[in-house]
C-alpha cells in the first residue's frame, strides 16, 4: 500500500524538523551543522612517533603507533593527529572513535605500492565475496569498523592510493584478491570527511558501508578517465549520508549508490536510505554521475541530490539493476542539473547482469518505482534517455519534468518496459511517460518540487501546502 502523498510529505518534514545535523536544514549548506567543532582536547602529530615524511620511508607503524597512543584520549574528548607537510608513505592503517586526523595543506599520504602492506580481510555479508575476485579483499588504506565520531580533514592536504599499480594488476589479471578501497569506514556512525583532495584510488576510492550520519564535504576526488573502477563516493548500505561541495573525476561512476549482491545483499537486508547530494560537479567518461546500483539488493530510497554539473561523461543518471537483485530502488529525487557534452542524460538499465555466483534466484526481480527528474539542461546530449525496465518487471512512475535538450541522436528518447509522466520536456519524452502529471498524476510522482512560475506547478503547489 502507498502512503498517501500528502501525508508522506508531512512526515518527510516531520524528519527535517528534526536537529540531525545531516539532515536538510534550510540553509546554504545541506551539511551545515554537522561540520563538527573540531578542536581536540589533545594532539599529536605523527612525526613524534618516528615518522619520515621523504616518500620512501614507510610510516605504516608510526601511524598504528600515533592511534594506539591516542586511544587512551577516547574518553577524554579524544584526540587529533596532525600530519604536516610531507610525503608520508604508509600501508593501510586502522582508526579509532574519537579521532581527527587532520591534514596539513602540503602533505600527502601515499598508498604502498607493495600489496602486502594492504592485508587482507574476509569479504562484506551484503556481497559474499570480493567485489572483483571470489574470496577475500584487500584492506583500504584509511581503515575502521565500528566506530563513533571520526574525521578525516585538512586544509585541501592530499590523499593518493598510487593506484596505477593496482591498475596494471587488474589489467595483466595478477591480482589475488580484489582491490582495496582508499578509506573505508564499516558499521560506524557520525563520520566526517571534509576539506582534501583524494587521488588514485586503487578501487572505489570513499566507501561507507554500514554506516550512519556520514558527511563528505567539500572533496575534490581525482583519477585518470580510464583508470578502472575508480568510483569517487560509494555509500552503501548506509542512511543519512551527506555529500556537497564536491568536484569529482574519476574513471567510474562519480557517486554509486548501493546496498548489496544479489542473494547476499538480499538476506543481509541493510537498505541505503536518505542520501542527499549537493552540488556536485565533475566528469565520467565512462559511466555515471550519480549512479543507483547495480548492487542493490537490499534496497534503495530517499535519494535526494540537486545542484548537479557533469560534462564528457557517459550518463547523467543512471539506475542500474537485473533479475537476480531483489531489492527496490525508490523515491528517487534529482534537480537542477546541468550538463555538456553528455552520452545519456538519464539511463535506465534492467539488465545489468553482473552475479555474485550461480546461485541467486532469477526470480528476485528488482522493484524500480517513483523517479522523479526536474529542472533539466543540456548541451551537445547524444540520447536523451535510455530506459530500459524488465520485460513483466515494468519500472513505475518515472515522471520527468522541465528537461530542455539539444540531442544529436534519432530518436532521441529509448523506452521500454517504463511507465510514468512527464511535462515541459523537450525534445518530447516518449509516449511511455505520458504527457498527464497535472492535474491528475502528480501525486503519483515522487517529491515535484518546481518553482511555482508555472500555473500547472502551482496547482500542485497548493495542495502541498496545507
Ligand atoms: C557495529 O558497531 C556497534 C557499535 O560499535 C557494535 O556494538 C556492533 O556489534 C557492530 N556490529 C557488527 C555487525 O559488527
Ligand atoms: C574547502 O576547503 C578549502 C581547503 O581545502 C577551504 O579553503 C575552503 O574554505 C573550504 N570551503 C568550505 C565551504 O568549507
Ligand atoms: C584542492 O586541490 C585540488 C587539487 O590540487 C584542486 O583542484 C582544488 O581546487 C583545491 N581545492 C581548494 C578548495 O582549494
Ligand atoms: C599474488 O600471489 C603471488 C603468489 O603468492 C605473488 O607472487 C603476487 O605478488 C601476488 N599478486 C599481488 C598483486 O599481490
Ligand atoms: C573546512 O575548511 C573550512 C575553511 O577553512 C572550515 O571552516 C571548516 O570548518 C573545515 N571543515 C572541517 C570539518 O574541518
Ligand atoms: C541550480 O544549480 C546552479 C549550479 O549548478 C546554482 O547556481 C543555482 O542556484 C541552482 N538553482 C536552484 C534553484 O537551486
Ligand atoms: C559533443 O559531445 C561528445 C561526447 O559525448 C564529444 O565527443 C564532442 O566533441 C562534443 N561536441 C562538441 C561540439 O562539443
Ligand atoms: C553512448 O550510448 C549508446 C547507447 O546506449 C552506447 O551504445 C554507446 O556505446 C555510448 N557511447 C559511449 C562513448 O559510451
Ligand atoms: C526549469 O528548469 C530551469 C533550470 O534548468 C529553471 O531555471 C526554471 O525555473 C525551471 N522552470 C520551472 C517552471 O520550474
Ligand atoms: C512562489 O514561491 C515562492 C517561495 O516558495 C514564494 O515566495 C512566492 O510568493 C510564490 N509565488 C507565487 C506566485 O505563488
Redesign the pocket.
Known amino acids: 500500500m502507498r502512503i498517501p502523498f500528502a501525508l508522506a510529505d508531512v512526515l518527510l518534514v516531520l524528519a527535517f524538523l528534526s536537529p540531525a545535523p545531516w539532515a536538510v536544514n534550510g540553509g546554504s549548506s545541506y551539511c551545515k551543522g554537522a561540520t563538527p567543532d573540531i578542536s581536540r582536547p589533545h594532539s599529536v602529530t605523527i612525526t613524534e612517533f618516528g615518522a619520515v615524511g621523504d616518500g620512501v620511508t614507510l610510516n605504516t607503524k608510526a601511524f598504528q603507533n600515533a592511534i594506539f597512543y591516542i586511544n587512551s584520549f577516547a574518553d577524554k574528548g579524544g584526540a587529533k593527529l596532525f600530519v604536516p607537510a610531507g610525503r608520508w608513505l604508509t600501508g593501510s592503517f586502522d582508526l579509532i572513535s574519537h579521532l581527527t586526523l587532520s591534514l596539513d595543506e602540503d602533505a600527502v599520504i601515499l598508498g604502498s605500492t607493495n600489496s602486502d602492506d594492504w592485508p587482507v580481510v574476509d569479504p562484506l555479508p551484503s556481497y559474499g565475496r570480493g567485489r572483483e575476485l571470489p574470496g577475500r579483499r584487500h584492506r583500504s588504506l584509511i581503515y575502521g569498523s565500528n566506530l563513533m565520531d571520526v574525521i578525516i580533514t585538512g586544509n585541501n592536504g592530499t590523499i593518493d592510493g598510487q593506484g596505477d599499480v593496482w591498475w596494471n594488476w587488474f589489467h595483466d589479471k595478477t591480482l589475488n584478491y580484489t582491490r582495496p578501497h582508499l578509506v573505508e569506514l564499516i558499521n560506524s556512525t557520525g563520520v566526517v570527511i571534509s576539506n582534501l583532495t583524494f587521488r588514485n584510488s586503487p578501487f572505489w576510492t570513499i566507501h561507507p558501508v554500514y554506516c550512519s550520519q556520514v558527511v563528505v564535504q567539500n572533496v575534490t576526488i581525482l583519477a585518470p578517465l580510464d583508470s578502472p573502477n575508480t568510483d569517487g563516493v560509494d555509500p552503501d548500505s548506509s542512511s543519512d549520508v551527506c555529500i556537497e561541495d564536491c568536484y569529482i573525476s574519476t574513471g567510474d561512476d562519480l557517486i554509486a549508490i548501493k546496498s548489496g549482491w544479489d542473494e547476499y545483499g538480499i538476506s543481509y537486508g541493510r537498505p541505503c536510505k536518505n542520501i542527499r547530494i549537493h552540488r556536485l560537479v565533475g566528469q565520467s567518461?565512462?559511466s555515471a554521475g550519480i549512479a543507483i546500483g547495480s548492487e542493490m539488493s537490499g534496497g534503495v530510497s530517499e535519494v535526494h541530490a540537486q545542484d548537479l554539473h557533469f560534462f564528457g561523461t557517459?550518463?547523467a543518471i543512471r539506475i542500474k539493476t537485473s533479475p537476480g537483485r531483489g531489492g527496490y530502488v525508490k523515491n528517487i529525487h534529482i534537480a537542477n542539473m546541468t550538463l555538456t557534452n553528455v552520452?545519456?542524460t538519464i539511463?535506465l538499465t534492467g539488465h545489468y547482469g553482473e552475479h555474485p555466483d550461480d546461485d541467486y534466484d532469477p526470480n528476485a526481480l528488482p522493484v524500480v518505482e517513483r523517479i522523479t527528474i526536474e529542472n533539466v539542461r543540456g548541451d551537445n546530449i547524444?540520447?536523451a534517455g535510455?530506459l530500459e525496465g524488465i520485460e513483466g518487471d515494468t519500472f513505475l512512475d518515472i515522471c520527468l519534468l522541465n528537461i530542455t535538450l539539444s540531442v544529436t541522436?534519432k530518436p532521441p528518447w529509448?523506452c521500454a518496459h517504463i511507465a510514468g509522466y512527464s511535462d515541459l520536456v523537450t525534445p518530447k519524452a516518449c509516449k511511455l511517460l505520458r504527457e498527464e502529471i497535472f492535474p491528475d498524476h502528480w501525486s503519483d510522482c515522487y517529491n515535484i518540487y518546481s518553482q511555482n512560475s508555472s500555473s500547472r506547478l502551482n496547482r500542485g503547489k497548493q495542495w502541498l501546502s496545507w
Open positions: 567518461r565512462s557517459n550518463s552520452n545519456a539511463r547524444t540520447h535510455v541522436s529509448d
